[in-house]
Nanobody, 128 residues
Framework: QVQLVESGGGLVQAGGSLRLSCAAS???????????MGWFRQAPGKEREFVAA????????KYADSVKGRFTISRDNAKNMVWMQMNGLKPEDTAVYSC??????????????????WGQGIQVTVSS
């Protein structure tokens, strides 16, 4: 079992930045480091959507087109942490953001059903 806890959300003006953190617990660092990690978001009245994913080593990443060039996902397996730096925020980025862990190998999953563990989510609000 892996527990994920997000932090770093809040209210920011358009054009601003936030850094989301996701702390993992419940597994040893060696086990956690095998999981691929992702960030998803869900705005009111909309379906959950993929935002970014990173492989076990941090050497491979994938982003949704809507955030490419503005968001950066990273991880530190020794600290059991994943981050997402969000720059150039837009009002349409307003959503509840959740981190997730997937026990997969060889590809970066973008579908939520492929992830095994989820955090509780954190609100990000971007004002215009």
């Amino acid at each position: 079992q892996v527990q994920l806890v997000e932090s770093g959300g809040g209210l920011v003006q358009a054009g601003g930045s936030l850094r989301l953190s996701c702390a993992a617990s419940g597994r040893s660092s060696s086990t956690y480091s095998t999981y691929y990690m992702g960030w998803f978001r869900q705005a009111p009245g909309k379906e959950r959507e993929f935002v970014a994913a990173i492989n076990w080593s941090g050497g491979s990443t994938k982003y949704a087109d809507s955030v490419k060039g503005r968001f950066t996902i990273s991880r530190d397996n020794a600290k059991n942490m994943v981050w997402m730096q969000m720059n150039g925020l837009k009002p349409e980025d307003t959503a509840v953001y959740s981190c997730a862990a997937a026990n997969v190998v060889g590809y970066l999953p973008t579908g939520g059903s492929l992830y095994d563990y989820w955090g509780q989510g954190i609100q990000v609000t971007v004002s215009s």
